[in-house]
């Protein structure tokens, strides 16, 4: 009788939660996910060997690599373990928190990274809207493919500083999707990889060149596949499984009650897709062009030039989320717990934030409280702040963070196809 007044009270809440219908994901030729698995821990993708997507974005950290902000070009190791390379120090740790890659491949998902710079546009070349605006290459099949591969244009990530190679010379000198520019200087690397031409081979038709955009389109299929994260006891339960525990029903109603979770972490998914401005600390060196000397990150702002979009930051998917810390566009938050109580009162968290709580990476000299100190810029960060305090109790709190984890598909967390022990390269593998 208790699981069926519960099972009742789940699917009324279905219907009151009105969740949309289920995320879409297409289906994928094994062939084409298999070799992108292969592109996607693979350091040939890197200006100097040394870096593969995997490396930041590894499955033992929830797809991403466990730190506040992360260690690039110029590091030695995996996640927390991670340490300054001696004879290639960084010039500083990457401004925002390496985003966890789960359900990126649905296709509810048209805007990526933190702060929506690669979006679908069907007014931009091949229909995606990306920095670089008319130079974009076309071949692209997904904005999900295309966002996959920017990565390895930044110097601080995956190119390389300055001319420690032919991938990062072409970067320095704005030589990008041009022929013969980094991309193509890439392509040519993977190409000249036997048991990689074989492979394309198989997926593209024998002998056909292999493009860049070829490279990124199949590790997108891969992303698809082992990032799927749908299967948790959320799902179950709201489809008219076994019922949540007590703590995770009681979060539940709260997330979509009380708490307001569900205004903008929406549908299957938790996500509304949108940009909103809550009031994260920034810590770090923030988010500049060349010339420009600030620690602020301006968030959605660099991308539509907006004022209005000041400090707005992509809504992330909750999905395996107790999985994926440290949170926020840079990793302010390590725990869960510390997250949500942010959310309570976003300005009040703002002004007492705590820096101890961060997750980095020793590099001396580095300059990461810039704005935390800066009255000023906090004003600003306060004043564009969306959300209204809330009141909840502890007990409330802990019953949020168990809803939380009741979002983690423990198959994904498991991972399908997992790390290779090799790749066609030869080079190492993060493990």
Known sequence: MKWMMVGALLATGAQAQDLGPRPVFPEMDPLRVQLGQLLFYDPILSGNRNISCGTCHHP???????????????????????????????????????????????????????????????????????PLGAEMAVGFDSVLAAQAMFPVLASDEMAGHYSENEVSQAVRLGHLSIKDGAWDKIAARVAAIPEYRTAFDAVLGEQEPIKFTDIANVIADFTRVEWRADDSPFDRAMMGGNPLPDDATRGQQLFYGKAGCSNCHSGWLQTDHGFHAIAMPQIGPGKSAPFETHARDDGRMRVTGDLADQYKFLTPSLRNVSKTGPYGHNGAYASLEAVVRHHLDPVASLYAYDPAQVVFHQIDDADDWRVVGDKDELARIAAANELQPIGLSDGAVTDLVAFLRSLTDATAIKGRLGVPMQVPSGLPVDQ
């Open 60 to 130: 033992r950290f929830g797809t991403s690599d466990g730190m506040s902000l992360s260690i690039g070009e110029g590091g030695i190791g995996l996640g927390p373990d991670r340490r300054i390379d001696p004879n290639n120090v960084p010039e500083d740790r990457l401004p925002r928190n390496a985003p966890a890659l789960w359900n990126l491949g649905a296709q509810e998902y048209t805007s990526f990274f933190h702060d929506g710079r690669l979006e679908i546009d069907p007014d931009k070349p091949g229909g995606i809207r990306t």
